[in-house]
């Protein structure tokens, strides 16, 4: 699954958003060490991350995402992409 949030306008103040980053760091790396993020990268324009989820469910992604402080302040959205294997490459395999 590809998860890609984006930053929303939450309406908290800087020392409020500062608070919810110092928690959510340690719950995305809690997600990393439990083996529900395989890789995550910032975008560039550093409106959001980019998450290469180990999950096959786009509700289970859903509420891994939704729990971490950034959703639960509604201050990330993700865009949820399932994604599998490229099926066609078996038509090479003889």
Request: charge should be negative; hydrophobic fraction near 45%.
């Amino acid at each position: 699954m590809i998860a890609i949030g984006h930053l929303t306008e939450s309406g908290l103040s800087p020392t409020d958003r500062h608070s919810v980053m110092l928690q959510e760091v340690p719950a995305t790396l809690k997600l990393y060490l439990d083996g529900k993020i395989d890789q995550w990268f910032a975008k560039p324009d550093q409106t959001g991350v980019i998450f290469i989820l180990n999950v096959t469910d786009v509700e289970e992604a859903k509420n891994l995402l939704e729990a971490l402080p950034l959703g639960i302040a509604g201050m990330m959205e993700f865009d949820l992409i399932p994604v599998g294997p490229l099926s066609p490459l078996r038509m090479l395999i003889s």
